[in-house]
């Protein structure tokens, strides 16, 4: 797979001699200048492409943008900008207005929000977000809150605004956006240079400018200078963050955790010598030193390179720059970093357990409020010891080879994930195999259970949903071969879908006073249920969300539920 291009269109329209009402805007040519020298920014180097549409007619921006749409990739990137007037017509819709808009033909010589929701619909990339710098544009939040409700009643058909898709308006659906007196751009638009330009929008401090960090900087900020009030609506993210620039010279302690977490998930599948220098590189926390170095492990981290294309990477810098030493300095010897247990497979009656060694971490556990569930409230930090995973869900090949040739599934076929197996099925079956094998085989607690999912990572997924899960957008009505998917950072696969896990933990409402050492909790709550994660073959991606939590009585069996086991290890 190439690599990912980042497309941004900026529309700017100051200019309105067809409509009576709309004046003429001052700031629209600069407003859609400024974002283009910060998307395209040397520091940020994140956007590829930024092409500027300035006062074109509605047929040239329609075009314009159905054409960047057809030529990105399901793995690209679409960012819209629009600085000038929003209309409403009488249902409410917002429309875009461009120099030869009538208002007595609006939906005619405009550009409305339902192409955007068909151009994504049809073509596929999804990963898309919609910046309005307009009068009304809190409109086009309302019309995707409703449509997003839409898809949660209905969920049979797919919700065609599709998953991905982030609106940052200027305003609620009533207000005006300002211009200032004095000012080279627009309120709003002001306010989102200023926290893209001196890194001010990072607003969790984790070296990436997000949609939501955007929205969290302009919310403060703009209200302070005129009766405006920005909204933001995303929906369903499919691989993580959507990522506007990239912070620089921010690292702080959760990044540098996540750029180790991964490189020891990734250690046998990259060259040695470049582990043991990426390794110095996360010690150190030399940022600015090793630039060229950090940033091939931001790539890495972020899914962007796989581990191959990382060591050729690292290998093809270190012919032009010098490595980082790993040699011992006589003056201050150098401690090599310690290796990871290794990876194992265990055999029961026959048929191979393979079993990931996960390194011990912490991680900030649930949802922030205003995302998710209550119930993945509040968010708080973990520390989960070292443990190894089951690569797979438990299939039926090793259901039988177990359970003495009894196979419950619906499904049917030796490498499919076992199902029709209930929380005391899947406790019988980790203390056969504890028996089988000496090993303190058992099922994972959530916390243990969330941390192996997110691998490092801190969105809704641990990577692109599309290509590492089966759910109901693509399973087509069935469970599927384990492995069949792309691996998380950790190298687990189909820890998003496939088949609902069986975690060892009796259900809470929420993680008020949940234990934070990465055990399971077993105390109060409610006994008469446990707790099942990562969605399956027939739920929506909204549900297979890494935070996500569903529960069930101890004895239900279904043909969307599994199980995957744990055993613990000895920290490096």
């Given at each position: 797979?190439?690599?990912?291009?980042?497309?941004?269109?900026?529309?700017?329209?100051?200019?309105?001699?067809?409509?009576?009402?709309?004046?003429?805007?001052?700031?629209?040519?600069?407003?859609?200048?400024?974002?283009r020298?910060?998307?395209?920014?040397?520091?940020?180097?994140?956007?590829?492409?930024?092409?500027?549409?300035?006062?074109?007619?509605?047929?040239?921006?329609r075009?314009?943008?159905?054409?960047?749409?057809?030529q990105?990739?399901?793995?690209?990137?679409?960012?819209?900008?629009?600085?000038?007037?929003?209309?409403?017509?009488?249902?409410?819709?917002?429309?875009?207005?461009?120099?030869d808009?009538?208002e007595?033909?609006?939906?005619?010589?405009?550009?409305?929000?339902?192409?955007?929701?068909?151009l994504i619909?049809?073509?596929?990339?999804?990963?898309?977000?919609?910046?309005?710098?307009?009068?009304?544009?809190?409109?086009?939040?309302?019309?995707?809150?409703?449509?997003?409700?839409?898809?949660?009643?209905?969920?049979?058909?797919?919700?065609e605004?599709?998953?991905?898709?982030?609106?940052l308006?200027?305003?609620?659906?009533?207000?005006?956006?300002?211009?200032?007196?004095?000012?080279?751009?627009?309120?709003?638009?002001?306010?989102?240079?200023?926290?893209?330009?001196?890194?001010?929008?990072?607003?969790?401090?984790?070296?990436?400018?997000?949609?939501?960090?955007?929205?969290?900087?302009?919310?403060?900020?703009?209200?302070?200078?005129?009766?405006?009030?920005?909204?933001?609506k995303?929906?369903e993210?499919?691989?993580?963050k959507?990522?506007?620039?990239?912070?620089?010279?921010?690292?702080?302690?959760?990044?540098?955790?996540?750029?180790?977490?991964?490189?020891?998930?990734?250690?046998?599948?990259?060259?040695?010598?470049?582990f043991?220098?990426?390794?110095?590189?996360?010690?150190?926390?030399?940022?600015?030193r090793?630039?060229?170095?950090?940033?091939?492990l931001?790539?890495?981290?972020?899914?962007?390179?796989?581990?191959?294309?990382?060591?050729?990477?690292?290998?093809?810098?270190?012919?032009?720059?010098?490595?980082?030493?790993?040699v011992?300095?006589?003056?201050?010897?150098?401690?090599?970093?310690?290796?990871?247990?290794?990876?194992?497979?265990e055999?029961?009656?026959?048929?191979?357990?393979?079993?990931?060694?996960?390194?011990?971490?912490?991680?900030?556990?649930?949802?922030?409020?205003g995302?998710?569930?209550?119930?993945?409230?509040?968010?708080?930090?973990?520390?989960?010891?070292?443990?190894?995973?089951?690569?797979?869900?438990?299939?039926?090949?090793?259901?039988?080879?177990?359970?003495?040739?009894?196979?419950?599934?619906?499904?049917?076929?030796?490498?499919?994930?076992?199902?029709?197996?209930?929380?005391?099925?899947?406790?019988?079956?980790?203390?056969?195999?504890?028996?089988?094998?000496?090993?303190?085989?058992?099922?994972?607690?959530?916390?243990?259970?969330?941390?192996?999912?997110?691998?490092?990572?801190?969105?809704?997924?641990?990577?692109?949903?599309?290509?590492?899960?089966?759910?109901?957008?693509?399973?087509?009505?069935?469970t599927?071969?384990?492995?069949?998917?792309?691996?998380?950072?950790?190298?687990?696969?189909?820890?998003?879908?496939?088949?609902?896990?069986?975690?060892?933990?009796?259900?809470?409402?929420?993680?008020?006073?949940?234990?934070?050492?990465?055990?399971?909790?077993?105390?109060?709550?409610?006994?008469?249920?446990?707790?099942?994660?990562?969605?399956?073959?027939?739920?929506?991606?909204?549900?297979?969300?890494?935070?996500?939590?569903?529960?069930d009585?101890?004895?239900?069996?279904?043909?969307?539920?599994?199980?995957?086991?744990?055993?613990?290890?000895r920290?490096?």
């Open positions: 797979m190439t690599d990912p291009r980042r497309y941004a269109i900026l529309i700017g329209n100051s200019e309105f001699p067809e409509a009576a009402t709309l004046d003429a805007l001052r700031c629209p040519p600069r407003d859609i200048q400024g974002m020298e910060v998307l395209l920014a040397p520091a940020s180097q994140w956007f590829t492409d930024a092409e500027l549409l300035l006062n074109e007619a509605h047929a040239t921006v075009n314009r943008i159905q054409r960047v749409f057809k990105a990739a399901a793995h690209d990137q679409i960012l819209l900008y629009y600085s000038g007037h929003g209309k409403l017509d009488q249902a409410g819709r917002l429309y875009l207005a461009t120099k808009t009538e007595e033909y609006l939906e005619t010589t405009s550009v409305e929000l339902s192409l955007l929701r068909r619909t049809n073509n596929p990339c999804k990963r898309v977000a919609l910046i309005l710098d307009c009068c009304h544009s809190g409109a086009a939040v309302a019309d995707m809150q409703a449509k997003g409700h839409q898809a949660a009643v209905v969920a049979q058909r797919l919700d605004l599709a998953a991905g898709i982030h609106v308006s200027a305003t609620t659906a009533s207000q005006q956006a300002y211009e200032k007196e004095g000012d080279d751009y627009s309120l709003f638009t002001k306010h989102l240079l200023e926290g893209l330009r001196h890194n001010r929008a990072d607003m969790d401090g984790d070296g990436w400018v997000s949609i939501n960090d955007l929205y969290d900087y302009v919310r403060q900020h703009v209200g302070r200078e005129a009766a405006q009030t920005p909204r933001y995303g929906v993210v499919e691989s993580g959507y990522i506007i620039a990239r912070a620089e010279r921010v690292y702080g302690d959760a990044l540098w955790q996540a750029f180790k977490t991964k490189l020891l998930g990734v250690e046998d599948e990259i060259d040695d010598d470049v043991e220098q990426a390794y110095r590189v996360i010690k150190e926390r030399a940022a600015q090793d630039k060229q170095w950090v940033e091939l931001e790539a890495l981290t972020t899914g962007e390179l796989k581990p191959a294309k990382f060591s050729g990477r690292w290998l093809k810098l270190s012919l032009n720059v010098s490595a980082p030493a790993i011992a300095s006589p003056v201050q010897p150098i401690v090599a970093p310690l290796k990871k247990p290794a990876n194992f497979t055999m029961l009656n026959g048929v191979p357990l393979e079993m990931i060694y996960v390194p011990g971490g912490e991680f900030m556990m649930g949802s922030p409020k995302e998710g569930s209550d119930s993945e409230r509040p968010k708080h930090k973990v520390v989960v010891p070292a443990l190894h995973v089951g690569k797979y869900q438990i299939t039926q090949a090793q259901w039988k080879a177990v359970m003495e040739g009894k196979n419950p599934s619906n499904f049917k076929g030796g490498d499919l994930p076992v199902e029709q197996v209930n929380w005391h099925d899947a406790k019988a079956f980790c203390q056969k195999v504890k028996k089988l094998t000496g090993k303190d085989y058992r099922l994972p607690s959530e916390a243990e259970w969330e941390y192996a999912c997110r691998a490092g990572t801190t969105g809704d997924y641990a990577g692109d949903l599309e290509n590492m899960a089966w759910y109901d957008g693509n399973a087509k009505g069935t599927h071969p384990v492995g069949e998917k792309d691996p998380n950072g950790f190298g687990l696969y189909d820890m998003h879908g496939n088949v609902w896990e069986w975690c060892e933990d009796v259900w809470h409402e929420n993680y008020q006073k949940a234990p934070t050492d990465g055990s399971a909790w077993l105390s109060g709550g409610d006994s008469s249920r446990r707790v099942l994660r990562g969605g399956s073959w027939g739920n929506a991606s909204r549900d297979c969300r890494s935070a996500l939590r569903i529960s009585a101890p004895g239900y069996r279904s043909d969307y539920s599994g199980f995957r086991l744990v055993v613990g290890s920290t490096p």
